[in-house]
């Protein structure tokens, strides 16, 4: 496969996608009881919070000079943009993808918090995680959590999912964005929690 196309990897499965692939995924399996209005108004709801707010904090900081890149390079620019992904996700959680609602979702997004505030405590410690792999490996444990919490086999997307992480990852090291270790914390940041939350909803 041509270096070149590498990248694409890292672009189409950037952090800021991961939340809305889990909620496609979670409305619209073939086990969702969602009528379609209500399907529609919480992708949108985890689109605005998760997805457009971001964006648009990501504009706001690089005219401020205080990013540089869409793929946040450096440590000292990634504090600030996961404070605030930490709030939002605690605002989805409390406010929108409650437990009462959608308790499987609901657990996604509080591992999704638990992984951030994990990446952000490393980065105080001046250990830097890769995103990437941390929302890439939490969406991969929670399509195959679900899968079985609802007897499905979705092995093929499980497979697909297993070999995007390891696309994503050379996509990382060929950009020169991540070390090895690097990609395992992040790997470790992302399913550890996912894992452990397996156990309050399968």
Known sequence: M?????????????????PIYATLFYLFSNHSYFFNKEKYLVLLE???????????????LRATGRITSIMIP????RKFPLVVQSFLLILLVKKS??????????????????????????????????LHMTGLSALTFFVFGLSMHHHTANTGLVIFLVLMNGLVASS?????????????????????????LLFLWL
Do not use: C, D, W
Not at 46 to 60: A, K, R, W
Not at 74 to 77: A, K, Q, Y
Not at 178 to 187: A, F, N, R, S
């Open 97 to 130: 993808i409650t437990l009462e609602l959608y308790p499987e979702l609901h657990f996604f997004m509080l591992g999704a918090l638990t992984s951030t505030l994990i990446a952000l405590i490393l980065l105080f410690a001046n250990k830097k995680a890769s």
């Open 172 to 196: 990382r090291l060929i950009m020169e964005a991540h070390t090895p270790k690097e990609l395992v914390i992040g790997v470790l940041t992302g399913s550890i929690p996912q894992i452990l």
């Open 2 to 18: 041509p270096k070149r196309i590498f990248p694409f990897f890292s672009y189409i499965f950037h952090p800021v996608f991961i």
């Open 74 to 77: 450096e440590l000292s620019e």
């Open 46 to 60: 985890v689109t605005i919070i998760t997805f457009i707010i971001p964006v648009l904090f990501f504009f706001l």
